[in-house]
């Protein structure tokens, strides 16, 4: 059987099983697991043996008891980075993304501050809490290449995750730490940017949440009754490591945002500002820190 042919079977059987975009989804498993490129699969397609087969089989087997094409493959990419992922870390979003691209937007305003010729090369010290495998802190360490990224988690299967990030992406100014929010921080550490995309989904809605995300790790998804329980910690406790003019900047699921400005107001934050996703939803909440709250 050729690569081409087993496209079309492939494609037809995710279809049949309801999964979106089915054609891309089976053309990205074949092109993983054979290593060929989508225009090879196409143009010039190889055969197929026996062995391969089966691999193949028995990939989109789990593909169709909605495991995620990321979890089968292995990885995903996320900001030019090769992201490995697997059970017991979630899989970095697209909307994530627009967290670190505003994220660096305001660090290069603040490097510009502290050293107008060249804005690049000022050291920040960045925080990235709940940082699962590590993405947005390796691709904030990637960007600022003479900063010290740090990242927060308490899962450790997520950490040995984001550990290998680091190092097959070469990305050597980051340290990822163990711990519960700000725990494991010394009383005196201070950041210029603090960081987080924290679980946020409330606790009664986890049960209908589409069957792949129910793969994901339960404790990179429960926000507490209200979903707002981590926003709560971080904005009460990220005054006490914050540089003046320091910012967090929040990524929110998609009706959380006046709850957060509620709660932002309530702890004194005054400089509250979103950023909208493509679909138009405040879903990056930023604040700046001024130290008389
Ligand atoms: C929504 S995921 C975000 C992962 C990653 N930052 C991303 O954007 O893809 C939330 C992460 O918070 C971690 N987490 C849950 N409770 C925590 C806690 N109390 N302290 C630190 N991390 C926690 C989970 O292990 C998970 O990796």
Redesign the pocket.
């Known amino acids: 059987m050729t690569a081409l042919e087993k496209l079309k079977e492939l494609a037809r059987l995710f279809e049949g099983e309801g999964i979106e975009d089915a054609a891309r989804e089976a053309a990205l498993l074949l092109t993983e697991i054979l290593r060929i490129s989508k225009t090879k699969l196409h143009s010039s397609p190889p055969d197929i043996g026996e062995t391969m087969l089966e691999k193949i089989d028995s990939f989109a087997a789990r593909r169709i008891h909605c495991e995620p094409m990321q979890y089968i493959i292995g990885h995903v990419d996320f900001w030019g980075l090769r992201i490995n992922v697997g059970k017991g870390?979630?899989i970095?979003?697209p909307e994530?993304e627009l967290l670190v691209e505003e994220t660096i937007r305001l660090m290069r305003m603040i490097a510009r501050c502290k050293d107008e010729a060249v804005p690049r090369s000022v050291g920040l010290s960045i925080l990235?809490?709940?940082?699962?495998?590590g993405?947005?802190a390796l691709a904030l360490a990637k960007e600022f290449p003479q900063s010290v990224v740090s990242g927060?988690?308490?899962?450790v299967q997520?950490l040995a995750y984001a550990s290998r990030n680091a190092e097959a992406n070469g990305i050597g100014n980051v340290s990822f730490i163990e711990?519960?929010?700000f725990g494991p921080l010394r009383a005196d550490a201070s950041f210029d940017c603090i960081i987080s995309?924290?679980?946020y989904i409330r606790r009664s809605d986890i049960p209908s949440l589409q069957k792949e995300i129910r793969y994901e790790?339960l404790?990179?998804l429960d926000g507490g009754e209200d979903g707002l329980d981590f926003y709560r910690r971080i904005l009460n406790e990220a005054p006490r490591h914050l540089k003046k003019d320091g910012l967090v900047i929040l990524e929110l699921g998609f009706d959380q945002a006046e709850d957060v400005y509620r709660l932002a107001v309530s702890q004194g934050f005054k400089d509250i500002r979103f950023v909208k996703d493509y679909a138009g939803i405040d879903r990056i909440f930023v604040v700046r820190f001024q130290e008389a709250m």
């Open positions: 870390v979630l970095p979003r994530t990235d809490l709940c940082t699962g495998s993405c947005i927060i988690d308490r899962s997520a711990g519960d929010l995309n924290p679980p790790p404790n990179a």
